[in-house]
């Protein structure tokens, strides 16, 4: 039988908000793996996942910073993502 990796989830990672608009940041590796994968999820449960990988956790987070301070928030919402094509499929939540 295989064991399946176990999942490292950054300090990093969390709810971040600004200008009344809140996120929650998840970044996440295999425990096998060395490259750090980002996810952000918006209030409405709309995940948005980089396809790139990061070589750190840190370099990660920084991405999600320069997103946020060359976008705003808005990057985040259903209305920016849905109205530019993105084929973005947001996960039914409980």
């Known amino acids: 039988m295989v064991e399946e990796p176990n999942l490292v989830i950054s300090h990093?990672?969390?709810?971040?908000?600004?200008?009344?608009?809140?996120?929650q940041v998840h970044i996440v590796r295999m425990e096998r793996d060395?490259?750090?994968?980002?996810?952000?999820?918006?209030?409405?449960g709309t995940s948005i996942v980089w396809d790139d990988f990061f070589a750190s956790d840190y370099e990660a987070y920084e991405e999600f910073k320069k997103?946020?301070?060359?976008?705003?928030m808005q990057a985040f919402s259903d209305?920016?993502?849905?109205t530019q094509g993105n084929n973005v499929i947001p996960f039914r939540r409980k």
């Open 12 to 23: 990093l990672g969390g709810k971040f908000t600004k200008d009344h608009v809140t996120v």
């Open 79 to 82: 209305i920016k993502i849905f």
């Open 67 to 72: 997103t946020v301070k060359e976008e705003g």
């Open 34 to 44: 060395k490259e750090w994968t980002l996810e952000v999820v918006n209030s409405s």
